[in-house]
Each structure stands twice: as structure tokens, then as C-alpha cells.
């Protein structure tokens, strides 16, 4: 007749990472009593940690410090308005043969985001003073972008300010960032005469 120990661990268990020692204990009829020892070591399947390429974001944290076989990591761009490219490397595995999916440093962050136009004017009626048929008409434009290391972007218009005649008039402008994203403004303007 034999006892198990520790009653832990049956046949079939799955043990954790590490060292477990199983423990056995035989008694014949007579009372004579042997222990036999059962050494499991479990070593688990890992990756070398990544490190995150400038402007991404890698999570969770165990990717950037001790990830095992199956986690799955994320990367993201730190700023708004960019994604990772190419789109298949946004989740990185680590696989059975200690090596991930894809490369950090294939990543890229691309910027999706249109420029925006800060004051973009509202429709505008403006009147001729009396006995004229023109009126200067102002405005300005101020345009942002999502991407902080971007050259200053000018809105550009299908008409400029200046001395317009009696009429309406659909004002167009947009800008465009280095990665071609066009932000668009668009606003009415009517000249009107005062009799």
C-alpha cells in the first residue's frame, strides 16, 4: 500500500512554473516503511522582453519585462490622430520557439488626422455702403495640426480677403500636413447693397 503526500498534485495535474517535489510513502504488511521522491521541473517558454520604439506605446508590462510564450502585447501610437503600420503588427505573440510574431522595428506611427482649422468663419452677410457696389471682406485663418513636429500649415483659399462686388459667394479653403491629410473649411459670404 502506498500514500501520496501531498495530496496536491494527482496524476494529470498541471504544475506551475519551477521546481515541485511529489512524495511518496510505501508500507509492505510487516510495517516496513520506504519514501520515494518525484522531482518535476516545469521551464517555462519565454521571449526576449521588447523595448518600445520611440513614439509607441507597449502593454501590458510584463511584454517590456519577462513575456512568456502565448502573451499577446499591444503597441499603440502615443500621440492622437496616428496608428500603427502595417496594420498587422499592432499585436505582437510570443511564440512556442521564443520568438514574436512580428518586429518593433518594422513599427510605424502614421498620421490619419486631417488638420484642423482652429476659427474656421461662420457664414458671413456683409453690406456695401451706400452708392457702391463693393466691400472690403476680412478673415483670417488659423490652422493646427496633430502632428507636433509639422511644418506651420496655411489654409489656402479659393478666394482671397479683399474688395468683393455685390453677389454670394462660397469661400473653400484647406491645408494639407506632410502625410497628405487635408483639413477643409468651407463658409458663405454674401455682399449685399444698402439702397
Not at 512580428?102 to 506611427?109: A, L
Not at 456695401?128 to 509639422?150: H, K, M
Not at 482671397?160 to 483639413?183: F, H, L, R
Request: proline letters at 6%.
Amino acid at each position: 500500500m502506498y500514500d501520496r503526500l501531498d495530496p496536491s498534485h494527482t496524476s494529470g495535474s498541471k504544475f506551475p512554473e519551477g521546481t515541485t517535489t511529489i512524495q511518496y510513502k510505501a508500507t509492505d504488511g510487516f510495517e516496513l516503511t520506504s519514501f520515494c521522491s518525484i522531482i518535476i521541473e516545469v521551464t517555462g517558454i519565454s521571449c526576449e522582453a521588447l523595448s518600445e520604439p520611440t513614439s509607441i506605446v507597449i502593454s501590458p508590462e510584463i511584454c517590456l519585462s519577462d513575456p512568456r510564450f502565448g502573451d499577446i502585447c499591444t503597441l499603440e501610437c502615443e500621440q492622437t490622430g496616428f496608428k500603427i503600420t502595417p496594420p498587422n503588427l499592432r499585436e505582437l505573440t510570443c511564440n512556442s520557439d521564443q520568438t514574436w510574431s512580428g518586429n518593433t522595428e518594422e513599427v510605424q506611427c502614421v498620421d490619419l488626422q486631417a488638420p484642423e482649422f482652429e476659427d474656421c468663419p461662420q457664414d458671413m452677410v456683409v453690406f456695401v455702403n451706400r452708392g457702391e457696389d463693393t466691400a472690403y471682406v476680412g478673415w483670417s485663418l488659423v490652422v493646427r495640426d496633430n502632428d507636433p513636429q509639422s511644418l506651420e500649415l496655411v489654409g489656402v483659399c479659393n478666394q482671397q480677403p479683399g474688395m468683393k462686388t455685390i453677389g454670394e459667394y462660397i469661400i473653400s479653403c484647406s491645408a494639407v500636413d506632410e502625410e497628405g491629410n487635408e483639413g477643409l473649411c468651407q463658409f458663405t459670404l454674401e455682399v449685399k447693397g444698402t439702397f
